[in-house]
DNA sequence: CGGCGAACGATTGTCGACAGTTGACAAACG
DNA sequence: CGTTTGTCAACTGTCGACAATCGTTCGCCG
């Protein structure tokens, strides 16, 4: 059999706990579903057309993934994040992309570093035609990229989950008003000091490069912080 | 109202899939199901007196925990342990212990370092009677300590399943005949390092002592390693 | 005798229904 | 009027049954 939609098959054939997840999941870092919205077994299901079943699995899934919240017996909700999770998602991702970034120079592939380059490039060219959207992409590829040049599915994984949820945080953002060429440009170095094998350089502009995003969504957070109850 | 008995409430009310899925994870990592071990709902369901539903949930927190594997429509095995899964847990493993670690020296609560070395203390006088038992977990406990006083709850989480899969690796390898007081005196340096703020010291010595213990495994690996199907 | 295809058994995926728990509101008591 | 207790509705937890899928085996044909 040739490999023609081998990929769609799956897709067309995978469980229904695994499309929903994803439905949901999407909703959720894009910001269409809301921290705090409770999310109600039968009223999603009859409105998805499907039984309770599959979806109670997929929220196990997403709850898992730090997405949602389940209480015994009192539901799930969408999870609220608080600017301490904020810190602690951008302090883990910094942590765990500097790893990736020392495996990838220690193995001194100049392949990896082209590819690198590459995310870049596209980036930059996003940016110079204003594409905020399109830089975002390219940004979360950048790094997924990065990721998987470690050659480590394990810190893939982990990975994931944090650059959903740091997907999330941005969604709920309104339209960041920072400098879009900006952030283009702060990948130029961290390219040069992966091309040249410079580690230490590299590390230090990495974790730079996290920690102010970071603490430039952390500054903005308090705006949403304490809502009242009822 | 007294505040009597309010954990073992919420002990006897918890979720049948959370117990299930406890002791599942505890046999898991125990060695006692073995990897490869197909785990059949309607098998397993009747043989624990339920049903499958909260048995299928259960199975699906193991699975997001790396300890089981389900395919669609194949059923659901104990992970099998690559020599490549060991090498990426205990890398990972260091890289995440070593953010904690700095976290903690930098905060440089001296009672953080009294916490530490009293783990150090147990753990001696479990060595010197010959408990081994007692030294490995007593060995868990320590990096538990370490990730505990680092504060960030989201580390916290990933190293639990890092953890976990770890504890699993040592129970599948038949009793190693490692120099029991050695592990303790390689803790002490450590507790040291920390109790004097040194960072850079500490950050060595915690990875350097990280991927012994890694290596050693990895090389007692390759006896499990291509088993005959069928 | 070997290769191919269709039925079979086993297992998972999904569904609808029933049982148990929670929080809130209302009624009774001091 | 404040506190306690009874009741209820909404929702989640659990169950048993039916449908879909996969690997295998058996039979058929070349």
Redesign the pocket.
């Known amino acids: 059999m040739a490999e023609v939609g081998s990929a769609l098959?799956h897709i067309?054939?995978?469980?229904?706990?695994?499309?929903v997840a994803d439905m949901l999941r999407e909703a959720i870092v894009t910001g269409e579903l809301k921290p705090g919205q409770?999310?109600?077994?039968?009223?999603l299901?009859s409105q998805l057309?499907?039984?309770?079943?599959?979806?109670?699995?997929a929220?196990q899934t997403l709850s898992q993934e730090g997405l949602v919240e389940?209480?015994?017996?009192?539901?799930?909700i969408v999870r609220k994040l608080t600017r301490t999770d904020i810190e602690e998602l951008y302090s883990l991702r910094s942590a765990l992309e500097t790893f990736a970034l020392q495996r990838v120079i220690r193995r001194g592939d100049p392949a990896d570093a082209a590819k690198l380059r590459r995310c870049y490039e596209d980036m930059l060219a996003a940016a110079e035609r204003g594409d905020l959207k399109a830089v975002n992409q390219i940004d979360r590829e950048f790094h997924n990229t990065l990721i998987e040049l470690s050659r480590h599915e394990l810190l893939a994984m982990v990975c994931n989950m944090v650059s959903l949820r740091v997907r999330q945080v941005m969604a709920l953002l309104n339209e960041r008003n920072t400098d879009i060429r900006q952030i283009a440009y702060n990948h130029l170095p961290i390219v040069q000091a992966i091309e040249n094998g410079n580690e230490a350089l590299a590390v230090e502009l990495l974790q730079r490069h996290i920690a102010s995003s970071g603490d430039l969504i952390a500054e903005d957070w308090k705006s949403s912080e304490e809502e009242p109850d009822?």
Chains 1, 2 share one sequence.
């Not at 067309?12 to 499309?19: A, G, I, Q, S, T």
């Not at 409770?38 to 009223?43: D, G, N, R, Y």
């Not at 057309?49 to 699995?57: M, T």
């Not at 389940?70 to 799930?76: C, E, I, K």
């Open positions: 098959q067309n054939n995978r469980p229904l706990r695994e499309r409770q999310l109600v077994e039968m009223e299901a057309g499907i039984s309770r079943a599959p979806l109670r699995e929220f389940t209480l015994p017996y009192r539901g799930t009822s």
